[in-house]
C-alpha cells in the first residue's frame, strides 16, 4: 500500500474566519468540500442541505467517491448545521473514521488528519 506521501495528499486549510475558508492552492470559499487531490465550493442547493435536519449522505458521496478513509464535517461556527444520522451511518457503513465538529475544531483536526490520512471534509464557514 502507497505511504501519504504517494497518494494524492489533502489541500490544507490556511484560515477559517467568519464566511470565509482560505484553502492553500485552492482559494477561498464561504462553505467548501475538500477532498485528497482538491477543493470546491459547497452548493447546499445541489442536494437539498439545510441547517436541520443537516448534512446529507449526497453531500459526503463525493468524498468517498475521491477515496477518503476519513471525513471531518463542520458544525458551523456556532454550530447550528447538524448531520442527518443516515449520513452518519453511510460513513461508518463504509469504514470510514468520521469526525463532527465545531468548524474551528474541525479545521484544526482536518489539518492534523492531512498529514497521515486520506481526509475530507465539509466546511461551513458561519452559523
Known amino acids: ?8 495528499v489533502s489541500p490544507r486549510i490556511a484560515r477559517l474566519s467568519w464566511g470565509r475558508l482560505e484553502v492553500e492552492g485552492e482559494g477561498t470559499f464561504k462553505d ?10 459547497w452548493d447546499w442547493r445541489e442536494t437539498g442541505t439545510r ?3 443537516g448534512i446529507q449522505p449526497a453531500d459526503v458521496a463525493e468524498l468517498l ?7 471531518v464535517l ?18 461508518e ?4 473514521a468520521v469526525h463532527v465538529l465545531q468548524s474551528e475544531q474541525a479545521v484544526l483536526r ?3 488528519l492531512r498529514e497521515s490520512e486520506r481526509v475530507a471534509g465539509l466546511f461551513h464557514s458561519t452559523c
Open 1 to 8: 500500500m502507497p505511504t501519504i506521501a504517494e497518494q494524492t
Open 32 to 41: 467548501a468540500k475538500l477532498f485528497p487531490g482538491g477543493a470546491r465550493a
Open 51 to 53: 441547517h436541520e435536519p
Open 65 to 71: 467517491e475521491r477515496g477518503a478513509t476519513a471525513v
Open 74 to 91: 463542520s458544525k458551523g461556527i456556532l454550530e447550528r448545521l447538524q448531520v442527518c444520522p443516515e449520513t452518519l451511518e453511510l460513513l
Open 93 to 96: 457503513g463504509r469504514g470510514v
Open 110 to 112: 482536518y489539518n492534523e
